[in-house]
């Protein structure tokens, strides 16, 4: 692999996207992405929870009058000549239906390297419109444009589907490049450039694809002052399909070191309970006190890079 990676551009993937109606699997679209970028590897880490948003306007008879619900309703009232029941009446005429824009986010890794950072992550969004409630409701007829656009007390209907659904590229991280400027906004110590780092010291990052069990998703946000921000969090990918950890509660020495070699079993990579200790996720710290306990007495059952990482955590926690 090389140093420095070329991975296809957005409008490469974009394109892509718009020639591929979805099926009943998302295979079709990671072959046609791995054909884009056939030097390297790539995988469907997560598929990221239902959201939707506000579709279009269609009639009765599922005939498009827009595509963009907001865009017609301000338009339409200018053209009522701003009077809010002239629109009403229009709307209860034409037996107008409001839709929405169902979808989930698919995010894409493409392995670039063997350091935990060396990921593209490219996330496409899966959509899909369906019918969602009539535009107005004349038992309850909305007192302004906000409640007429998205009201508290819709008159919901029998959903059904307009097309197929579709593909919509949202945006591709160079995860390395996107660390490098964590690192210079936030330090070293911030908590997922920690995390990768005793990932790729540890015997987790010599035996597993850091990619394989955990991504990031990078966000940002406007800050009090007007400034932006930018973050990033890590996300398990096996969210649906998390090991089971038993009771460790007051267990030590070799009995401790049973429970966690077989959590780490079930992951599939030694020192796993410790990033799932670090998210928070089915390990609590005190298990990290405890076999920190261990070592410094007479226990000695972990490798030494991971001794060591345990060691640096005692001294300086943090958690993502």
């Known amino acids: ?101 169902t979808g989930r986010t698919l995010y894409f890794v493409v392995q670039t390297g063997d350091q935990a950072e060396d990921f593209t992550l490219i996330e496409i969004d899966k ?72 990932w790729n010291r540890s015997t987790a990052g010599a035996c597993f694809r850091f990619s394989d069990d955990w991504i990031i998703r990078p966000y940002r946000h406007t800050g009090r002052f007007g400034e932006q921000i930018v973050n990033v969090e890590l996300i398990n990918t096996h969210q649906q399909h998390l090991p089971h950890v038993q009771d460790f509660a007051g267990k030590k020495g070799s009995a401790l070191n049973n429970v966690l070699s077989r959590f780490d079993r079930q992951v599939g990579y030694g020192f796993a309970w410790f990033f799932y200790m670090l998210k928070g996720k089915l390990v609590s710290s005190h298990c990290g006190e405890a076999v920190y306990k261990d070592i410094s007495g007479d226990f000695a059952y972990l490798p030494a890079k991971d001794e060591t990482v345990l060691r640096d955590w005692i001294s300086k926690p943090y958690n993502v």
């Open 127 to 198: 959509t899909h419109e369906v019918s969602d409630r009539m535009l107005v409701d004349a038992g309850n007829p909305p007192e302004d444009l906000e409640e007429f656009i998205d009201p508290l007390q819709p008159f919901c209907i029998e959903s059904f589907c307009f097309g197929h659904s579709r593909y919509a590229y949202r945006r591709k991280t160079d995860v390395r490049l996107f660390m490098e400027v964590i690192a210079e906004r936030h330090g070293s110590s911030h908590p997922v450039t920690r995390f990768m780092a005793d």
């Open 1 to 101: 692999m090389t140093d420095n990676p070329q991975v296809v551009s957005g409008q490469e993937i974009a394109a892509c996207c718009k020639k591929i109606i979805p099926g009943q699997t998302d295979d079709l679209l990671l072959a046609r992405l791995q054909a884009l970028m056939p030097d390297y590897p790539i995988h469907l880490a997560l598929v990221g929870d239902d959201w939707y948003r506000l579709g279009g306007v269609v009639d009765m008879e599922g005939r498009r009058i827009a595509n963009d619900l907001i865009e017609w309703v301000e338009r339409t009232y200018l053209e009522c000549g701003q009077n809010l029941q002239t629109l009403i009446d229009y709307t209860l005429e034409q037996q107008l239906i409001a839709t929405k824009q």
